[in-house]
């Protein structure tokens, strides 16, 4: 097996023989220094900064590229001033089909090798909270599953960002379709989500009120009241100013009879991940899951 970094992300590409890698090498025409770069480890472990989340990407060698710049643009929209997830990430070939149909319009792909894809999970190329494994195919719409990752290998480095938010605690932010809505709102689905809450009234008693707020994942994060006194122990759920930490109503859940609520009021890369950014709370959230996470594994990866 070999492995290689590349650019100013951590990234490792791991294949089942060198000659595979080699024979890559001279179709791209690499230069000798690239080559140099390369080195016989299992899996490689390269110098690499402290890292929250490994993702596993299967799919081809001619994956490498795609794959390392899906990696930056996911570090560059989870990164803020005084919060980020860090990421590391690397290529594995030959464990997933290689040519992957979608099915009813989603992006799906069939394991090949279960016994390497359960080698891989157990020799992480650097200690990480989370593990995250990301399947390129070749059609369909994204996809999170469980926790694994779908995509098309020609989708945009947005729509990974999306996608690794639900495997990171966070729910969708637009309207869901009617039957995946009513069950995710009716709380069917074993989903702890970091950004959102759902009730089934807009207006609670003083005593709701203060038991709602102690369940926020948000509440240490709080800027503002999060309910509108409307009359004498009645409070109007909802929050004044979009752009500070409270309580803001989101489309999830609508016509189902419950209401969704996030802790920000613009658009976030889990509403439209064309234009929306990942909040500094959301990062805040995340990580000190991973840090839990990372806590009660501690000596996992140690030899």
């Not at 594995?92 to 979608?102: F, L, M, R, S």
């Not at 805040?284 to 594994?297: E, G, P, V, W």
């Given at each position: 097996?070999?492995?290689?970094?590349?650019?100013?992300?951590?990234?490792?590409?791991?294949?089942?023989?060198?000659?595979?890698?080699?024979?890559?090498?001279?179709?791209?025409?690499?230069?000798?220094?690239?080559?140099?770069?390369?080195?016989?480890?299992?899996?490689?472990?390269?110098?690499?900064?402290?890292?929250?989340?490994?993702?596993?990407?299967?799919?081809?060698?001619?994956?490498?590229?795609?794959?390392?710049?899906?990696?930056?643009?996911?570090?560059?929209?989870?990164?803020?001033?005084?919060?980020?997830?860090?990421?590391?990430?690397?290529?594995?070939?030959?464990?997933?089909?290689?040519?992957?149909?979608?099915?009813?319009?989603?992006?799906?792909?069939q394991l090949l090798d279960p016994d390497t894809y359960d080698?891989?999970?157990?020799?992480?190329?650097?200690?990480?909270?989370?593990?995250?494994?990301?399947?390129?195919?070749?059609?369909?719409?994204?996809?999170?599953?469980?926790?694994?990752?779908?995509?098309?290998?020609?989708?945009?480095?947005?729509?990974?960002?999306?996608?690794?938010?639900?495997?990171?605690?966070?729910?969708?932010?637009?309207?869901?379709?009617?039957?995946?809505?009513?069950?995710?709102?009716a709380g069917e689905f074993d989903f702890s989500a970091l950004?959102?809450?759902?009730?089934?009234?807009?207006?609670?008693?003083?005593?709701?009120?203060?038991?709602?707020?102690?369940?926020?994942?948000?509440?240490?994060?709080?800027?503002?009241?999060?309910?509108?006194?409307?009359?004498?122990?009645?409070?109007?759920?909802?929050?004044?100013?979009?752009?500070?930490?409270?309580?803001?109503?989101?489309?999830?859940?609508?016509?189902?009879?419950?209401?969704?609520?996030?802790?920000?009021?613009?658009?976030?890369?889990?509403?439209?991940h064309e234009v929306g950014q990942m909040p500094n709370v959301?990062?805040?959230?995340?990580?000190?899951?991973?840090?839990?996470?990372?806590?009660?594994?501690?000596?996992?990866?140690?030899?």
């Amino acid at each position: 097996m070999l492995g290689v970094a590349l650019g100013a992300a951590s990234f490792v590409w791991w294949a089942s023989s060198s000659d595979q890698w080699q024979s890559w090498l001279q179709k791209k025409e690499s230069s000798p220094q690239t080559i140099a770069a390369f080195s016989k480890q299992v899996p490689v472990q390269l110098p690499a900064p402290h890292c929250d989340v490994l993702l596993n990407f299967f799919g081809r060698l001619d994956d490498l590229p795609s794959s390392q710049s899906w990696l930056e643009t996911t570090q560059n929209l989870y990164t803020h001033e005084d919060a980020e997830v860090r990421f590391c990430g690397r290529l594995i070939t030959a464990v997933w089909a290689e040519e992957c149909a979608d099915r009813d319009g989603r992006a799906t792909c069939q394991l090949l090798d279960p016994d390497t894809y359960d080698q891989v999970w157990m020799q992480p190329a650097w200690p990480a909270a989370q593990q995250v494994d990301v399947v390129l195919t070749d059609s369909g719409l994204a996809n999170t599953r469980n926790g694994l990752v779908f995509i098309d290998r020609q989708a945009r480095g947005r729509v990974l960002a999306h996608e690794l938010g639900h495997t990171l605690g966070l729910a969708d932010e637009y309207p869901m379709s009617r039957d995946l809505a009513e069950r995710f709102c009716a709380g069917e689905f074993d989903f702890s989500a970091l950004n959102m809450i759902i009730t089934d009234r807009q207006e609670l008693t003083t005593a709701e009120l203060v038991s709602l707020t102690q369940t926020l994942p948000w509440v240490q994060h709080l800027q503002q009241p999060i309910a509108q006194k409307r009359a004498e122990n009645v409070w109007q759920l909802g929050s004044t100013d979009p752009l500070r930490v409270g309580l803001h109503p989101v489309a999830t859940c609508e016509d189902t009879g419950f209401y969704a609520w996030r802790p920000v009021g613009y658009v976030t890369l889990m509403q439209q991940h064309e234009v929306g950014q990942m909040p500094n709370v959301y990062l805040r959230l995340m990580q000190t899951r991973l840090n839990k996470k990372a806590s009660d594994t501690t000596g996992l990866y140690s030899d």
